[in-house]
């Protein structure tokens, strides 16, 4: 698993989803799979189901177009019947996290392009609405999310990434704006 997944999975991990990670799906008779899913999510306060792939490519878009679109395929195939198998949901969320994209790529292979840009947004927005509850520390487990923590604290201006994100970047809905937050010990204290 490389950082990116990593982070996503952490961040999704602390937001309350049940996660898992490089998932083989639709083992093939032959030897091997139909596919790996990088993030399988789900929250059960949301009712929420993700799947998200992450790519640090510097391949062309039409080539990512046709690899993302066979790897959404395989997850919307896959992820009830072999990843959340007691989820009867069918709809699923999906996301492709890039580097960077312009405005006219929005969509790849039919899931939603996140840049790293937006991805980090969402994550210090977090970071800033727990820090505003008190001295609030992620836990051991969520490394990556600490680090982020750490550097926002020491060199970042919190009004400035609270003012950045707006509504339409906002990936997740606000920590205070969960039905149940407290349930899943996202606002309590580590």
């Known amino acids: 698993m490389n950082y990116l997944e990593t982070l996503v999975a952490q961040w999704l991990d602390h937001r309350g989803y049940f996660v898992r990670t490089n998932v083989n799906v ?14 399988a999510a789900y929250n059960p306060v949301t009712d929420h189901c993700l799947h998200v792939e992450c790519s640090g490519d ?19 195939e896959f992820m009830h019947k072999e990843v959340f198998t007691w989820l009867k949901r069918k709809e699923i969320e999906q ?44 836990p ?9 923590q750490d550097t926002v604290r020491y060199t970042a201006d919190r009004k400035q990434i609270a003012s950045e994100l707006s509504e339409g970047d906002r990936l997740l809905p606000r920590l205070d704006a969960l039905p149940d937050s407290n349930a899943l010990g996202i606002l309590s204290p580590a």
């Open 95 to 138: 996301w492709v996290v890039v580097f960077s994209a312009g405005p006219d790529h929005a969509v790849v292979g039919g899931g939603k392009v996140v840049t790293m840009r937006r991805l980090f947004l969402n994550i210090t927005t977090d970071i800033v609405a727990l820090e505003r509850l008190g001295n609030r520390v992620f």
């Open 140 to 148: 051991e487990k969520h490394f990556l999310l600490r680090a982020v």
């Open 26 to 39: 639709g083992r093939i008779k032959r030897g091997g799979f139909s596919g790996e899913l990088d993030i």
């Open 58 to 76: 510097a391949g062309s878009w039409k080539d990512r177009e046709k690899r993302f679109e066979r790897k959404f395929e395989v997850g919307r």
